[in-house]
């Protein structure tokens, strides 16, 4: 399979994934909050599950889809806070400007041909970056600085574009690397990080105006 064939396998399951990761959020109203921390907790074991049944093609997909709508469980109630204040118009933004930086990141690896496979010098840059706003975010759960978390959310932003280009080249250069649905997989949680982020910056910027 060529890596433009192996592409459009992966965009497909991730656009589905997209999907079911909408139906979650829609029924995270029904969720008691008190169930949250077990999903999240669950979603981050079916991370694990999903590599470790990659190959098998009944599991695979499940427990994808299962985590994605785990996900969108875990997202809702963010998306609702907008919503209910009145502010449905960010997630919208939101969504938009996520898709467009996915768009345009994606149509870079083919304009500037850009192949980064197995680069451990990246994966090294960008995993300990992402080590670092990990560490930022738990401290500003005690400090409770919204400007803080606006630097923070936009260095997210910004990591997980580089994660969007390793990964796209990954899948277009190496398809033997991974299946579609780890690819998958990490594109999506790039998305849906990128996703969160934008909320948190535009609900930061719509209230400093």
């Known amino acids: 399979m060529t890596g433009d064939n192996f592409l459009s396998k992966v965009l497909l399951v991730f656009t589905e994934s997209l999907i079911v990761a909408a139906v979650g959020a829609y029924f995270s109203k029904f969720v008691p909050s008190g169930l949250f921390i077990i999903i999240f907790i669950v979603e981050i074991i079916l991370i694990f599950v999903v590599n470790r049944v990659r190959n098998n093609p009944i599991l695979a997909p499940l427990f994808l889809f299962l985590f994605a709508f785990l996900s969108g469980l875990t997202v809702?109630?963010?998306?609702?806070?907008?919503?209910?204040?009145?502010?449905a118009s960010?997630?919208?933004?939101?969504?938009?400007?996520t898709s467009l930086i996915f768009v345009l990141l994606t149509?870079?690896?083919?304009?500037?041909?850009?192949?980064?496979?197995?680069?451990k010098k990246i994966t090294g840059f960008l995993f300990v970056a992402l080590i670092g706003i990990i560490i930022a975010s738990v401290v500003n759960i005690f400090?409770?600085?919204?400007?803080?978390?606006?630097?923070?959310?936009?260095?997210?932003?910004?990591?997980?574009?580089?994660?969007?280009?390793?990964?796209?080249?990954?899948?277009?250069?190496?398809?033997?690397?991974?299946?579609?649905?780890?690819?998958?997989?990490?594109?999506?949680?790039?998305?849906?990080?990128?996703?969160?982020?934008?909320?948190?910056?535009?609900?930061?910027?719509?209230?400093?105006?």
């Open 90 to 97: 960010i997630v919208i933004q939101a969504f938009v400007i």
């Open 143 to 209: 400090l409770h600085n919204p400007l803080f978390q606006f630097y923070i959310s936009t260095a997210v932003v910004l990591i997980f574009s580089g994660y969007i280009i390793y990964d796209i080249s990954n899948i277009v250069n190496n398809p033997k690397m991974t299946n579609e649905y780890v690819a998958a997989l990490n594109l999506y949680l790039d998305f849906v990080n990128i996703f969160i982020a934008l909320l948190e910056i535009l609900g930061f910027l719509e209230n400093k105006g």
């Open 76 to 87: 809702g109630p963010l998306v609702y806070t907008f919503i209910n204040a009145g502010a």
């Open 107 to 119: 149509a870079s690896v083919f304009v500037f041909k850009i192949n980064i496979v197995g680069s």
